[in-house]
């Protein structure tokens, strides 16, 4: 039993306070019950608490959807930073023994919230990962171990730290946090080549419902499989992960060409459509789709940006895209030959000449009020349904859409490998995004109201049996839990993110946390009926 030096109490007090109901606040009685619980003391700066002029910093510090910082959402009753892994241990223990509900951050990214505030339950309390971002990688065995808080953009830096000749296959976003990124997938822009991040993990270590810790071997194959994919919060608390490490060559290619509607961009993204799951496994091609400004005052267009990773120099790629995809019009002045920590930088959207030290900085690029939905494409869209596309997108202020292509290792993959079950027979996902920087409620509505409309105008033209979504774009929208979901009530949003690995994952959630402990709006239920 360990005691910090700050939070000495007696032990009949610890032990009262942590199974009897008192008149002392819901932290006085966590903290007193992680004393008593810890191996390793507990600095009094693990918490932050409402009242603490950092509380606000703390924890709007890696949360990007302004949405769920606005006042009248409820905020967790205090944050607490665990330094070591034992310390997030203890957190389950207590929180469990004094019925607190926890969520979990190790990033921030999560597009509605979930890891740090609660549209379903309350109090509740942050646990905050921020401190637990070691990373070990072992080059000689192509893996590496990383701590849930630590960032894609540190990993990525990290490796290339060791080898100029190994990567990871996981966000372009780098400032994504390892732990929930991994627990929904984790596609990134070597994704056509070695699949998601979540398929190529070795190994984790996480914090069960009991207050255990479990590696792969503890925790069995059943629990290994669900984590990897089956979205985060749901079965226990991610400490870290054990990852392998791929093959990338010393010399990559990366290029950006746009192409607005006066260029003939239709027929060029139709084309894309054909194409782009076929080309070569080495090369992702994502289309990034914005409204722009033309030379005419007042005028806007669409562009579509053509933005790319080549695993090879500038001449092959050349050739593969005048074999491939030559209505691009891909020239060489158009490509630009560097390594791969910094085609990193250049897909993240950091400005030319950025060093990949700012990737030790773990900083989003974007903080904003926003909403976003996805697709999962089988058929291309045809070019009249794209103009009409277009005419939406130039209704709204800053619209968004992101599409990702599939095929290679992605078509090669089970659907039922991991719990992500999108692989052979997309062509590619889209990401609709819109954001706006005026949290009143009437451009809320506006923002949300615009982009429920293009969802439901592309619905003739993705898949409906079920409709596919990915669940690290989390969309309430498609269904909300209450306090204890049934399979039938969480089905509608579950077989739109896991399709048939859907009912594996309840029969494991009910298995390893038939009291339904790890719990948010849209966990896995427990029981089947």
């Known amino acids: 039993m360990a005691f910090s030096s700050t939070m000495i109490l007696p032990l009949l007090l610890v032990l009262l306070s942590a199974f009897s109901a008192t008149s002392k606040s819901v932290q006085e009685n966590f903290m007193q019950c992680l004393d008593a619980n810890s191996e390793h003391p507990i600095p009094i700066s693990a918490f932050c608490s409402q009242t603490n002029s950092s509380f606000t910093s703390v924890l709007n510090s890696t949360a990007q959807?302004?949405?769920?910082?606005?006042?009248?959402?409820?905020?967790?009753?205090?944050?607490?930073?665990?330094?070591?892994?034992?310390?997030?241990?203890?957190?389950?223990?207590?929180?469990?023994?004094?019925?607190?509900?926890?969520?979990?951050?190790?990033?921030?990214?999560?597009?509605?919230?979930?890891?740090?505030?609660?549209?379903?339950?309350?109090?509740?309390?942050?646990?905050?990962?921020?401190?637990?971002?070691?990373?070990?990688?072992?080059?000689?065995?192509?893996?590496?171990?990383?701590?849930?808080g630590a960032t894609v953009g540190e990993v990525y830096y990290r490796i290339s730290e060791k080898s100029k000749t190994h990567g990871f296959p996981a966000g372009l976003c780098s400032s994504l946090g390892i732990g929930g990124h991994i627990t929904g997938g984790a596609y990134g822009s070597m994704m056509r080549k070695y699949g998601l991040g979540a398929d190529n993990v070795l190994d984790a270590r996480i914090v069960d419902v009991n207050g255990e810790i479990l590696d792969r071997a503890a925790m069995g194959e059943d629990l290994f499989w669900a984590i990897r994919g089956g979205g985060g919060a749901s079965f226990g608390v991610i400490l870290a992960w054990k990852i392998k490490l791929v093959a990338v060559p010393e010399t990559v290619t990366v290029f950006t060409v746009p192409k607005t509607l006066e260029q003939g961009a239709t027929k060029i993204l139709y084309r894309w459509q054909q194409v782009a799951d076929k080309l070569d496994d080495d090369l992702f091609i994502r289309v990034i789709i914005q409204v722009t400004k033309t030379s005419q005052k007042g005028k806007r267009t669409v562009t579509t940006a053509y933005n790319a990773l080549y695993l090879g120099d500038a001449e092959r790629l050349l050739q593969v895209m005048d074999q491939s995809f030559p209505e691009l019009g891909l020239a060489r002045k158009d490509c630009i030959e560097t390594s791969w920590i910094k085609s990193v930088l250049y897909i993240a959207g950091f400005p030319s000449e950025t060093p990949p030290e700012v990737l030790l900085e773990g900083k989003s690029l974007f903080k904003n009020y926003f909403k976003a939905k996805s697709d999962f494409v089988q058929q291309?869209?045809?070019?009249?349904?794209?103009?009409?596309?277009?005419?939406?997108?130039?209704?709204?202020?800053?619209?968004?859409?992101?599409?990702?292509?599939?095929?290679?290792?992605?078509?090669?993959?089970?659907?039922?490998?991991?719990?992500?079950?999108?692989?052979?027979?997309?062509?590619?996902?889209?990401?609709?995004?819109?954001?706006?920087?005026?949290?009143?409620?009437?451009?809320?509505?506006?923002h949300m109201d615009w982009i429920k409309g293009l969802y439901d105008y592309m619905s003739a033209y993705v898949p409906t049996s079920p409709r596919g979504a990915y669940v690290n774009y989390r969309d309430l929208d498609l269904g909300m839990n209450h306090k204890n979901a049934s399979y039938t009530e969480a089905s509608v949003w579950g077989a739109m993110y896991f399709k048939g690995n859907f009912r594996r994952l309840v029969k494991i959630k009910s298995k390893v946390d038939p009291g339904n402990f790890f719990r948010h709006e849209q966990s896995i239920p427990v029981v089947l009926e």
């Open 65 to 148: 959807n302004l949405r769920y910082l606005m006042p009248l959402v409820p905020k967790p009753e205090f944050i607490f930073i665990p330094v070591y892994e034992s310390h997030a241990k203890s957190a389950v223990i207590c929180a469990k023994r004094l019925a607190i509900h926890l969520r979990f951050r190790s990033g921030g990214h999560d597009y509605e919230g979930l890891s740090y505030a609660s549209e379903i339950e309350t109090p509740f309390i942050l646990i905050d990962f921020i401190q637990l971002r070691s990373i070990n990688v072992d080059i000689d065995d192509n893996s590496a171990w990383v701590q849930a």
């Open 380 to 446: 291309p869209i045809p070019e009249t349904a794209l103009e009409r596309l277009w005419e939406m997108l130039l209704e709204e202020e800053s619209p968004l859409m992101i599409w990702n292509p599939y095929g290679g290792m992605m078509a090669n993959i089970s659907d039922s490998a991991i719990p992500f079950p999108h692989r052979k027979g997309n062509l590619f996902k889209i990401q609709y995004v819109t954001s706006w920087y005026e949290g009143s409620k009437g451009a809320t509505r506006k």
